[in-house]
């Protein structure tokens, strides 16, 4: 399965920047590297279906840390539908896929889901998360 998917037509600057956004994203995610977090503006908001909002690095940090004690999650597919340059941010819609796997049993289940993320380009030019909110999406 492919790990990234651009779909949308921006700019070759904005593709760059996008797609260097995702494969940082992509393999601190898949190694359950907390320092995923660092990717984000200090200000961010993450929200998704069936868990609170979280506010911050350190909410953030806090809920991947107890997460990944007892899963491996992997992003599998992650496919940016459409993207709005507006100033220093990105608008992105788009979808989705993890593999959760229980380390102690290896029972798989996927998490397939729709996104609106909001990416903010920082001081030296590089995209930060700054919004995001998952929408459950089962596979068809």
């Given at each position: ?77 992650v496919v940016d539908e459409t ?58």
């Open positions: 399965m492919v790990a990234y998917r651009l779909e949308a037509t921006v700019s070759k600057e904005v593709e760059a920047g996008l797609r260097t956004y995702r494969k940082r994203e992509r393999e601190a995610y898949n190694a359950s590297d907390l320092r995923m977090v660092d990717n984000f503006c200090s200000d961010v908001i993450l929200a998704s279906h069936g868990l609170p909002t979280m506010n911050g690095h350190e909410e953030i940090r806090a809920f991947f840390k107890k997460l990944w004690v007892e899963h491996h999650a992997a992003m599998e597919e993207v709005y340059e507006a100033g220093d941010l990105l608008i992105i819609t788009g979808r989705f896929r993890l593999k959760i796997t229980v380390k102690a049993s290896g029972e798989v289940t996927y998490d397939n889901g729709r996104m609106l993320v909001v990416l903010k380009r920082n001081a030296v030019g590089d995209y930060e998360l700054f919004r995001e909110a998952a929408l459950d999406n089962p596979a068809s």
